[in-house]
């Protein structure tokens, strides 16, 4: 039961990480992606969560890291804007005010 589990929560992160690259990276519907990113970053997260609760850490470790990914998620969603103009992500470094120009293409962002 427990490797099965295991092995369930490499699927799921397999699946995020391809579906992913095939929707972040590759696609060019940028309402899309904005729309999906706090979606997909949220359930990511969730399914990390998860593996922690899995590996049962002891409890004040469990809920410190807990608690940690509250503000880690919502600071990812924030930290990330995607370009208008080519569709690319744009992240800025250890989650400072967002960016406002595109770190490809050098033209403003909207949100």
Known sequence: MQQELLVTFAIVWLGLSVGSYMLFQRGSDVERKRRLWPVYTIFSNVVIGAVIVYAQPPMQMMLGL????????WLTIRATKFCTACGRATRVPFFMKPAEKCSHCQKPLSD
């Open 66 to 73: 807990l608690a940690f990914m509250v503000p880690l998620t």
